[in-house]
């Protein structure tokens, strides 16, 4: 019975695989995590509006499913973006007052600084109610207040019937599959919020520029034309090298709770349909607050945008290749660093071994990847089967980055691995071990 079921779902992804075979966007049907990101904005930061736009406009990640509320920004004045320090004891406060110790206190405000400020974020999703948001959104709440599985159905590649609430919580299938949808789908839902510092690097060159030119003026005077002449040319470099922007991005890393028990608690105490309203339970689940986020981690990235003499690029559309890099940069830190927050990639070919993933996710030679097969087992439920492990080519590398094809126009189009051969097929799942 499982040999059919794996035989059934086999054929029809070959099927799909053969038939664009010659295509490397590849239609591969997989459940894929779910994504909602937040910027931290900050009125008096310069090119703000411009910031802004460019972040709420900017494409999610094809790996990840749109997971988007209402909330984009996050206020750097609001009031529940905060977190208070708690009031040092007596006992904990340092005695001495050596180099050492001061150098550990300031170390220890370092560390506090970045705890609170994940926590401060934590304290405004958790009072914007963001967690809440996003567990309407899986369930396609409407107006009034009544709940549906088609998106969990559509993502997870269900039967919606077999969904059905009231009569998947009384068989064996849809009990599994209701657990599948929350464990595959609802407890791999993830909230990044960004932290940007933009960096004007013709202000740095020019405070630079003026130390040089100084150097090569008194140089002259001194009869030093040779030294004159170096920094006279090295200022000139530094103008042409000064000209863009450097933005460093800080994300943290945020994943929606969804235990046994909350899931109990929203399809006994919440759930609501149109076929049997309960404005009793449409109301306890508008009061509840149980619903949180829980905190993963943090990741630095940087994103530095040259723009040579010859540019055309004004300064909106330079901090947009910025904005989106170091964006694509962090997500693929966060991912290396993170292990539940790893995505999957499908195989465009098995011979050679290729996939659409490379520079922007951050690919470096030797990076292991598993090789997964999609298999149905008894209750109707996909799982993952690893088949193998691969290694990135470190000659055959895709630059897919942001803007990559104006700054650096290359033939490659995706990234080729080393592996076995005869092993692996199109439509195959990769996900990244190291």
């Known amino acids: 019975m499982i040999f059919q079921k794996k035989l059934v779902l086999l054929s029809a992804l070959l099927l799909s695989y053969f038939l664009s075979a010659q295509d490397t966007n590849i239609d591969v049907k997989y459940k894929r995590s779910s994504l909602h990101t937040l910027m931290i904005s900050d009125p008096e930061q310069e090119y703000i509006d411009t910031i802004q736009k460019i972040f709420i406009n900017a494409p999610l990640i094809d790996k990840f499913n749109n997971h988007i509320v209402s909330t984009r920004l996050v206020n750097k004045t609001d009031s529940t973006f905060v977190y208070v320090t708690p009031i040092a004891k007596e006992a904990d406060k340092p005695k001495k007052k050596s180099l050492l110790s001061k150098l550990k206190i300031k170390s220890d405000e370092k560390t506090d600084e970045q705890a609170h400020k994940h926590l401060a974020i934590l304290n405004y999703l958790n009072s914007h109610a963001i967690a809440k948001q996003m567990i309407a959104k899986w369930f396609n709440r409407d107006k009034d207040g009544h709940f549906n599985m088609d998106l969990i159905a559509e993502r997870g590649f269900y039967n919606a019937s077999d969904l059905d609430v009231k009569i998947a919580n009384n068989s064996e299938r849809g009990s599994a599959l209701l ?29 630079a520029k003026g130390i040089l030119s100084s150097i090569s003026n008194t140089a002259s005077l001194l009869g030093k034309d040779k030294l004159a002449n170096t920094s006279a040319l090295t200022s000139e470099g530094v103008g042409v090298a000064g ?39 449409v109301k306890a689940f508008d ?3 149980i619903f949180k986020l829980e905190y993963i981690g943090t990741e630095t990235s940087w994103a530095d945008i040259q723009s040579t003499s010859f540019s055309k690029k004004n300064n909106a559309e330079l901090i947009s290749v910025a904005t989106i890099r170091a964006i694509d940069n962090v997500i693929a830190k966060l991912q290396r660093e993170f292990e539940v927050f790893r995505t999957k990639t499908p195989l465009i070919s098995g011979d050679p071994i290729t996939a659409k993933i490379g520079l922007k996710e951050n690919l470096e030679k030797g990076d292991k990847y598993e090789v997964l097969e999609q298999v149905l087992n008894n209750e109707g439920v996909i799982e993952y089967k690893r088949l193998g492990i691969i290694k990135v080519d470190k000659d055959l590398i895709w630059d897919n980055r942001y803007n990559a094809n104006e700054e650096n126009p ?25």
């Not at 929350?182 to 940007?196: H, M, Q, R, S, Y």
């Not at 995706?414 to 071990?433: C, E, H, W």
């Open 179 to 207: 657990a599948d949808a929350g464990e595959a789908l609802i407890k791999n839902t993830f909230v990044i919020v960004n932290d940007f510092k933009y960096t004007n690097k013709e202000e740095v060159a020019t405070k």
């Open 243 to 281: 000209k863009g922007y450097i933005i460093k991005t800080k994300a943290h890393l945020y994943k929606l709770v969804w235990t046994d028990e909350v899931a109990a608690i929203f399809y006994n105490d919440f759930w609501s349909d149109i076929n049997t309203p309960d404005p009793e339970k």
């Open 287 to 289: 009061d509840t607050n």
């Open 410 to 434: 290359s033939d490659i189009e995706y990234t080729t691995f080393s592996g076995p051969k005869n092993k692996f097929y199109a439509g195959m799942l990769i996900r990244q071990i190291n």
